[in-house]
Nanobody, 127 residues
Framework: QVQLVESGGGLVQAGGSLRLSCAAA????????VGWFRKVPGKGREGISS????????YYADFVRGRFTISRDMATSVVYLEMNKLKPEDTAIYYC????????????????????WGQGTRVTVSS
């Protein structure tokens, strides 16, 4: 069972930036494609971005394209989500998820495609 750990959440003003990190306890995250999701109360988890094992393919939701950047550091086996120009509506709990291969363009955003999940990190954007 791959245990994912997110970090980097916090409180930031609108227009600010945060960088979230996702690591796998006891595993090399390099062996997995990784997605980032977020959840607000009363709604399901929505896909934000996803990256292949080699980082050669990346997907973004339209609502974060141009503001968020997903990347992975092969040396440290960490996946990052750089979030810029944050808006109050970005306030949510952010989760990373993993599976062995990156889902296709039509399904990468579907939380059901991923096998392993972290506990989440809270991001609050004040206006």
């Amino acid at each position: 069972q791959v245990q994912l750990v997110e970090s980097g959440g916090g409180l930031v003003q609108a227009g600010g930036s945060l960088r979230l990190s996702c690591a796998a306890a006891g595993y090399a995250l390099d062996a997995y494609a990784v997605g980032w999701f977020r959840k607000v109360p009363g709604k399901g988890r929505e896909g934000i971005s996803s990256i292949s094992k080699s980082a050669g393919r990346k997907y973004y939701a339209d609502f974060v394209r141009g503001r968020f950047t997903i990347s992975r550091d092969m040396a440290t086996s960490v996946v990052y989500l750089e979030m810029n120009k944050l808006k109050p509506e970005d306030t949510a709990i952010y989760y990373c998820a993993a599976r062995t291969t990156l889902p296709g363009q039509s399904t990468w955003w579907d939380e059901g495609q991923y096998d392993f999940w972290g506990q989440g990190t809270r991001v609050t954007v004040s206006s």
